[in-house]
């Protein structure tokens, strides 16, 4: 018997290209190919005739664990080029990797992952050998521009190299022993015809071994446990998707190159992506010339032969068109001399650049693909682009609604809510939406497929994963949007797990916003259905006694305003004002904790004046004197942060108080011009509590009291405040400096 083994590197365009040329030369029996082993009653499917590049997405969900990969397939891909050339041939076609579920797999969300990655010590010493600045540099100057021939003694070796003698995980390992399975199957039912195996090159050496010695029955393929819900789906792709720079796993990045290389050769993909470039910029409105690309042709031929390139290779075309398109300092490295994802600050040319590499193709179904029932599902409904109005007080707008958050929730490209409540917000009951064609729309919908049959389980299954990584104001937002999807019992768990994490949280900022979502649960009934629920309303007395409990504990001394903690004392103010007596909060027992936290130096300035806010806004007309109690906190060093807390809680008694407004002019005005200096950006933060419109009517009011000027002098000014505050800063120096050499 003969058995063919052709390592790989996945998206190879050399490499399909041997593979197919093997195939076609052998006339092979059996064709095995690195994939999920679940798929080969459904190879007929996967060869329809669909637009590349697709891919095999796979779902998987039981109690504990929830999972998505993709098996992505291009014209260049050696897996696809097996798929193709043994139907040509006649041979039998199997998969004979592990399912993509399987756990095994659980830690790749791409099947065709690098796995010579992972060894990048002997790459990084090859890289040094031949001198280029990573393993794509390396691949395309060891194969893909290279002379065929010797094409399958040089991958030989190269993998057998990056493979070692290193011993593998226990993944890599049950995979092998796995594959090596079906291939002792294969060869022994070939009865002497040729068996061609396709699998990646660090997976070759293993396989060599393994398929000697064992038994020789077709491998089963496993079952989901128990419980367990799978499904499979072919999706479009797209080479965006399929990119390195945008942060694909696998296979060679510029997919739109190398689809050229897969046509044209080398000559004909270095001709095509200089001209991609030039049409991008052109388009943009970037100047260049024809000079430009004489030049950049001959930097790129004058690279090539330095580097010893018998046609130009990727970086060297790169190179050329960067040396002459590109005639300021770069700040950041060339994207091509490392691997991932497009650094943010990247110059223009250069982003043009990689999006011509990257192209703009996107596969497409045979139109007898079968498609999971969740996409029948949102197509029926969902209606064409356009903007949308919903009343939410209605029945029927209420249900678009949930429909539409459930495609927010799962992620559905083109679903965008430009309006309507917030989590924190009161009860609107109006929402706009905008719905959009997409190009990503039914790829996402088949992936979204796998969560459930309709967009209501889909959602609640996507939902109640976030739970599992959710910190404490996390949380609130997954019951925010469990309510807006319409989705009750997964609310009712979430509120199950909000109850526990409140008893142990330590950050008052999240307990504070957990509170403020909960509370709003609690009492807006139109919108959620959840008004004077016992569980929401347990939340929130839990919240508000674990938030006056923490605030009561904290310390520091003068730090600077904390919106999340001024925010915490809003909600706690917001709960004992409407959820007290319903809830059974003992609002004298709060007062008592703000008043001794508000008369606490050692407590952080913004949290005393939240404090003084919280009992000022509670008591009413019966607190006692607070024009004496704002005299009596207030501290110049730290009157910024201080009065921030003041106006976020007690807004409203601030600007009606009589005398108030004047009492504050008056203990500011009397700060000296480096304490005044210290406490301005504190000061603009704590004004900026109020509205515009009520910041008018308080420059109004100055202005009166001043007798001069307009109250538009105090809120516009043509410098930006921080411009004056430096200005006044440095006349202080000045004057000082002045003073000490006896000049004023």
Known sequence: MTVVFLGVRHH????????????????PAYVLVEGPSDMNHRMDELLLGHELPIAVHTSYRDDERRHGSWTPLCDYSPEWAALTAGRET??????????????????????????????????GRLCRAFAVDNVDALWDHLFEIEPADGLAERLNTYFDLVR??????????????????????????????????????FHRPALIRLASRGER???????????????????????????????????????????????????????????????????????????????????????????????????DVLDGLATALVSEAIETPLPWASRGRLQAGSHPVVVEMIAALSGDRTGRLHPSTPLPPLVHAVLAELGGPGDERLDLGGQTGRERSRFLHRLRVLGIPGVVRTSGPRPEGGAELVEEWTLTESDDRLPALIEAGGYGVDPQEAAASVL???????GLDQLADVLFDAALCGIGELAGRVLDDLARAVAAAADLGALGRTLAVTLAMWRHDDLFGTRGSTTSGAVVRAATLRALWLADGVRGGAVPADPRRIGAMAAVRDALRHAGPPLGLDV????????????????????????????????????????WAVRGAFVPASAGDWLAGLFALAREEVLHTGGMLELLDELVAAMSDQDFLVALPALRQAFGYFPPRERHLIATRLVELRSGGSAWDLTRLEAAPELVAAGMALDSRVDAALRREGLI
């Open 588 to 627: 004298d027992a709060a007062l008592g904790v703000a008043d001794r936290v508000a008369a606490c130096q050692d407590a952080p300035p913004d949290l005393r004046g939240a404090s003084l806010g919280l009992g000022w806004s509670l008591r009413g007309a019966a607190a006692t004197d607070p024009a």
């Open 217 to 315: 029955s077709w491998p089963e393929v496993p079952r989901p446990p128990e419980g367990a819900v799978v499904g499979s789906y072919l999706v479009p792709y797209s080479f965006r998707r399929l990119d390195a720079f945008d942060g694909y796993q696998s296979g060679m990045p510029s997919p739109g190159y190398y689809q050229d290389l897969w046509e044209h050769g080398p000559d004909g993909a270095a001709r095509r992506l200089t001209e991609a470039v030039t049409a991008r910029l052109r388009a943009r409105r970037q100047p260049v010339s024809t000079a430009d690309l004489i030049a950049a042709r001959a930097a790129a031929d004058g690279i090539a032969l330095m580097r010893g390139h018998p046609h130009p290779a990727r970086v």
């Open 12 to 27: 190879s365009p050399a490499c399909a290209r041997l593979v197919a040329d093997t195939i076609h030369a052998v006339r």
């Open 90 to 123: 006649g041979a039998e076609l199997r998969f004979i990797d592990l399912p993509a579920w399987h756990p095994a797999l659980a830690d790749l969300s791409n099947r065709y992952a690098d796995a010579e990655a992972r060894y990048d010590e002997v790459t």
């Open 464 to 470: 109640a994963g976030r739970i599992r990584a959710a």
């Open 164 to 201: 070692g003698d290193t011993e593998t995980g226990p993944d890599d390992a049950a995979r092998e022993a796995y594959m090596a399975g079906w291939i002792r199957a294969a060869a022994w039912e070939a009865g002497g015809r040729p068996v061609v195996v396709v699998t990646g090159g």
